[in-house]
Nanobody, 116 residues
Framework: QVQLVESGGGLVQAGGSLRLSCAAS????????MGWYRQAPGKERELVALITSGGITNYAASAKGRFTISRDNAKNTVYLQMNSLKPEDTAVYYC??????????WGQGTQVTVSS
């Protein structure tokens, strides 16, 4: 059983930065794609960024140029560096481990609030 624990959320002013972390338990972290997703009130959960086991990254259009996903396999941790934050980035941010297309794990989420 894998557990994912997010941290690093909080309240920040527009234009500010935050770094989210997601620590994974177990021994399968390094071999799986990791992702960050977010869900704003009244909206569907959406992909923010993905990073494969080989370090290939993919970003939502809203995140490109402002957010950076990275991973440290020695620490079983994936990060999301968020710069130039906007009020519309306000959401609960979730970490996901993709084991197969039909098997994944999710963290409990961390709140990010960007004030204008």
């Amino acid at each position: 059983q894998v557990q994912l624990v997010e941290s690093g959320g909080g309240l920040v002013q527009a234009g500010g930065s935050l770094r989210l972390s997601c620590a994974a338990s177990g021994s399968i972290f390094s071999s799986n794609t990791m992702g960050w997703y977010r869900q704003a009130p009244g909206k569907e959960r959406e992909l923010v960024a993905l990073i494969t086991s080989g370090g290939i990254t993919n970003y939502a259009a809203s995140a490109k140029g402002r957010f950076t996903i990275s991973r440290d396999n020695a620490k079983n941790t994936v990060y999301l560096q968020m710069n130039s934050l906007k009020p519309e980035d306000t959401a609960v941010y979730y970490c996901r481990m993709v084991v197969t297309p039909w098997s994944d794990y999710w963290g409990q989420g961390t709140q990010v609030t960007v004030s204008s």
